[in-house]
Structure formats: C-alpha cells, structure tokens
C-alpha cells in the first residue's frame, strides 16, 4: 500500500506526484493541493537534475544571524493554515515529527515553539512565525 507522504495516509486511489518547496512528494488527492503537481518525466528528468540546488524564492530570507521574534498571535496563523491546507492537528504533527499535543499547544498558545519548530511550521504551511526583532 502505498503511503502518501505528506498526511500519511494510505492512498487508495490514484497518488499524486507533486512538487512541495523543490522536493518531490507522492500525496494523496486532497494533499496534491499543497504543491505544483508535477508529471512522471519531469520528476525524472528536469527537476532532479537541471539544479542540484534549486535557489527556491517562496523562501522566506533570513539574514542568518538576524534577531527574530515570534510573532505574538502565532497560534492563530497555525490554526489557519493548517486548516486551510485541510490538514488535522495529527496530520501535521506526523508531518513535522511532532506530538500531537505539542501541535495542539501551539494551536491553543499553551506552547511557545522554539525557532527551529517555528521555521519548520514556516515552512510547512508557508506561513512566517518569526518576524524580524525591532529594536526599540
Ligand atoms: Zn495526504
């Protein structure tokens, strides 16, 4: 059986290649979403091997030494993107290698997470956490 590997979910139907920040992943239909769908040459062909590293634009840049600060309504932004990219608080946990409760803390700002899970909740949802300190 054939996992999708973004919600991690069997796929029963037909899986879906598609191309999330420059990695290729099989999804399930209602993941495919997230990403560009890409088809089985390309895959092959022009995205693994035209750029070893491709310079990704929907990047968020960070000067990397700048001083960040969480955002104070971050568990919102979570919450919102997490349900408009129509994934459960398990799916996204999963995703990121989270505990479930860990997710659910942010959701709830019970949990402040620390820079490294906030940018890889960055980058899962494609949202920014972490905005640049303002020195006052
Ligand atoms: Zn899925």
């Given amino acids: 059986m054939v996992?999708?590997?973004v919600c991690g979910n069997p796929i029963r139907s037909q899986s879906v290649t598609v191309l999330i920040d420059g990695?290729?992943?099989r999804v399930c239909?209602?993941?495919s979403k997230l990403g560009k769908p890409v088809t089985a040459q390309e895959t092959d062909s022009s995205i693994t091997t035209?750029?070893?590293k491709p310079h990704d634009k929907s990047q968020p840049s960070y000067p990397p030494d700048a001083e960040v600060e969480l955002r104070s309504d971050y568990s919102?932004?979570?919450k919102q993107a997490r349900e408009k990219a129509g994934l459960s608080q398990e799916e996204i946990g999963a995703k990121l290698n989270e505990k479930l409760s860990v997710i659910r803390h942010i959701e709830t700002g019970k949990l402040t997470p620390n820079d490294a899970l906030a940018r890889k909740?960055?980058?899962?949802l494609k949202i920014r956490l972490l905005l640049p300190a303002e020195e006052e």
């Fill in 50 to 52: 035209s750029k070893e």
């Fill in 29 to 31: 239909p209602p993941c």
């Fill in 23 to 25: 990695a290729v992943f």
């Fill in 121 to 124: 909740i960055e980058h899962f």
């Fill in 3 to 5: 996992q999708c590997e």
């Fill in 76 to 78: 919102k932004e979570v």
